[in-house]
């Protein structure tokens, strides 16, 4: 094939023309993941596993941080587990997968492929906690969920996810409910600085809460497209799965209690969330934190240049990486360097590092941003230096760039003809007053296909009358179509 073909092969559809087709050709050309002979579940292939892996190490470096360890817990649940806990079984009941044979043997008690773990951790939690001596209990583990999904879309809605869930026991209500939000805390942060992605943190209402939870906050992210996208979630889950798996525990003056319980998760639906903030039209765009590869260099191929550039080329890649920098050389001589360059953009790779013999003869090298196309000749004294000085602009300018689109994107008002033209013409939020209604909440779903993302922290006063009855309002909510 040459290299003409490969390029068309290569074109994706551009995002202003149709956002969910390039959605999908970004992931599928630049090798992120794929449709598998499973309906509704995708393969992650290499490229997409890698970031992946980068979002696990730096989350998993935080839940360290913050005091938790890592286990591992069967993934299924016998049924009679799951039906423990009435709202929890009645939200997960429609998305869960049954086993119901093992070998040629009928099973006795059907088992559910965890959509979720807190049944099977309840029980060994119950067994393991005695005294107060025993809390708090800080553990995660990572693994692969299954939720029965009817429609699917790679990333951000696939029947089988990787995820962590962290489940933590403590002895007070108040530890509980300061461990929710310190996890919250912790996604935001995550998210801001390996993302670069800019996120709401606040507490979902009672319809959108999760199931079995007393309350639950998330972090909400704003895609290209103007519609939210949830990002994580955080749960405060009182006593309400301790009470039906019997986590009790001896109390500092003997009294008996039940243990007070959070859980909280993020998933491979962060990867969407990546491609769909940061990318344009020619592709995908990596925040350097979490890129498999931070720099691409392509040798320029002029006369014998395996002898001449290659062995220049060759050393500034071990100098890079000697600061711990992920670097490919795209050496491959079937491609052309203009072949390479768009392959490179595509894949979202934050800096193009070009090298050839008049570059060598300057002592220099041409350095391309992604994110800006800026081409910066760039001396080899010092190179590693800038390098790394660039990586971190390009780091701060995507956080920058969706900031500014977020802002661009939000419109408060109290004005209903106002608040429902824009979630009909411009994508985005919409922070209107809302009475506390789980009413009013339907009522506005219905009419605009929007719900409320989250409620802040610690909220100002209401900006005025709820939006759908006029009656006093309690909380300016944030309003969006989302994922
Ligand atoms: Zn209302």
């Known amino acids: 094939m040459s290299d003409k073909d490969t390029a068309f092969v290569k074109e994706i559809t551009p995002r202003s023309e149709d956002f969910s087709r390039w959605y999908t050709d970004v992931i599928r050309r630049a090798e992120l993941a794929d449709y598998s002979p499973v309906k509704g579940c995708m393969v992650i292939r290499p490229y997409g596993y890698a970031i992946w892996e980068l979002m696990q190490q730096s989350l998993d470096r935080r839940f360290k941080e913050t005091g938790h360890v890592n286990a591992y817990f069967p993934m299924f649940i016998p049924e009679s587990l799951l039906k423990k806990e009435a709202a929890h079984v009645e939200g997960f009941a429609p998305q869960v ?9 009928k099973l006795e008690e059907r088992l559910v492929v965890r959509p979720t773990s807190e049944a099977i951790i309840g029980v060994m939690y119950s067994k393991w906690i005695q005294s107060w001596r025993d809390l708090p209990v800080l553990i995660n583990q990572w693994v692969n969920v299954v939720r029965w999904e009817k429609v699917t879309r790679l990333f951000l809605r696939t029947t089988e996810f990787l995820w962590q869930e962290g489940h933590t026991v403590h002895e007070t209500e108040a530890e509980a409910q300061e461990e929710t939000l310190k996890m919250l805390g912790v996604y935001k942060e995550f998210a801001e600085t390996e993302l670069a992605m800019p996120v709401h943190a606040g507490e979902k209402t009672e319809s959108e809460k999760f199931a079995g939870a007393v309350k639950t906050y998330s972090i909400e992210a704003l895609m290209g497209d103007g519609r939210a996208l949830q990002a994580g979630t955080s749960h405060n889950l009182g006593q309400n799965f301790s009470k039906v798996f019997d986590i009790k525990f001896q109390a500092r003056d003997k009294s008996v209690q039940y243990g007070w319980q959070t859980s909280w998760g993020m998933s491979t639906r962060l990867i969407g969330a990546v491609i769909m903030v940061h990318g344009d039209d020619s592709g995908l765009i990596l925040p350097p934190r979490v890129a498999p590869y931070q720099v691409v260099m392509v040798p320029i191929p002029r006369g014998d240049w395996r002898e001449t550039v290659l062995p220049h080329a060759e050393r500034i890649k071990s100098e890079l990486e000697g600061q711990g920098l992920r670097v490919m050389l795209d050496d491959r001589e079937e491609h052309s360097p203009g072949w390479k360059y768009a392959e490179w953009e595509m894949r979202g790779v934050p800096l193009r590092l070009e090298i050839g013999p008049r570059d060598i003869k300057n002592e220099q ?13 760039t ?39 106002e608040f429902d033209a824009t979630l009909a013409g411009r994508p985005g939020y919409v922070v209107a007053p809302w009475c506390g209604s789980a009413d009013c909440e339907a009522q506005i779903k219905t009419a605009t296909q929007a719900t409320i993302r989250n409620l802040p922290l610690d909220p100002p006063p209401a900006s005025g009358a709820c939006i759908q009855c006029g009656k006093a309002g309690q909380v300016d909510a944030y309003f969006a179509k989302s994922y």
Request: proline share 3%; no cysteine; glycine share 4%.
């Open 97 to 105: 997968a049954w086993v119901t044979q093992g070998g040629d043997e």
């Open 365 to 377: 090298v041409m350095l391309v941003r992604r994110d800006t196309r800026e081409k910066l000749p």
């Open 379 to 417: 001396p080899m004294a010092g190179l590693t230096e800038r390098v790394v000085e660039l990586l971190q602009e390009i780091q701060q300018s995507l956080f920058d760039r969706a900031v500014a689109f977020r802002a661009e994107h939000t419109l408060q008002t109290t004005d209903r003809a």
